[in-house]
């Protein structure tokens, strides 16, 4: 499974932007997509997670400025960023496992078996 980013940008606070993921290689009928990010110095850390069945988790505290969504026809995963602060800034990693994670391991990196490039967003005050 290969997974390209697209859509980083650097825009000021209060902005918005979407982010692209798009699949390529085997498919699963089962799966798990999301999005992670890291900041410089910091851990890598879970985003917003959506299955094959459409559930979606967030880290708490995003839900409401971030939406993650999915179109299945183009194998490709979006996170919509709005109200974007500067301790969003990171680099923003699409991942992808070939099992729907369960609530319980979802946020987790560990979980995941392909990753993307990933791709810098930088907000500034």
């Known amino acids: 499974v290969y997974l390209v980013e697209s859509g980083g940008h650097s825009v000021e606070s209060g902005a918005s932007l979407t982010l692209s993921c798009r699949a390529s290689?085997?498919?699963?009928?089962?799966?798990?997509m999301g999005w992670f990010r890291q900041a410089p110095g910091k851990e890598r850390e879970g985003v917003a997670i959506?299955?094959?069945?459409?559930?979606?988790t967030y880290k708490t505290g995003i839900e409401g400025r971030f939406t993650i969504s999915q179109d299945n026809a183009k194998n490709t995963i979006y996170l919509q960023m709005s109200d974007l602060k500067p301790e969003d800034t990171a680099m923003y990693y699409c991942?992808?496992?070939?099992?729907?994670?369960?609530?319980?391991?979802?946020?987790?990196?560990?979980?995941?078996?392909?990753w993307g490039q990933g791709i810098q967003v930088t907000v500034s005050s």
């Open positions: 991942t992808a496992s070939q099992i729907n994670r369960g609530l319980a391991t979802r946020l987790q990196a560990s979980a995941y078996e392909y």
């Open positions: 290689g085997e498919t699963y009928r089962e799966y798990c």
């Open positions: 959506i299955g094959s069945d459409g559930q979606t």
